[in-house]
């Protein structure tokens, strides 16, 4: 038997999904565990303020 992810490829996708279109770096904590996602082409956001996405 496996142990159940802890964070799902949709959840993946959509934190890709926003990394990639506004050009910035989105990060997930879950249960003590930091997980991040870059953009390939890392752009400067178009706004200064960091703001946080939480799953």
């Known amino acids: 038997m ?3 992810a802890i964070i ?3 959840e ?3 934190m ?5 279109r ?3 770096r989105v990060e997930v904590e879950i249960g003590g ?3 991040r996602v870059a953009p390939d ?4 956001a178009a706004v ?8």
Do not use: S
């Open 8 to 10: 799902t490829e949709i």
């Open 41 to 44: 082409n890392a752009k400067p």
């Open 33 to 35: 565990r930091l997980f």
């Open 16 to 20: 890709a999904k926003v990394a990639k």
């Open 22 to 24: 506004d050009g910035v």
């Open 48 to 55: 200064d303020e960091q703001e946080e996405i939480r799953l």
């Open 2 to 4: 496996t142990a159940r």
């Open 12 to 14: 993946l996708r959509r």
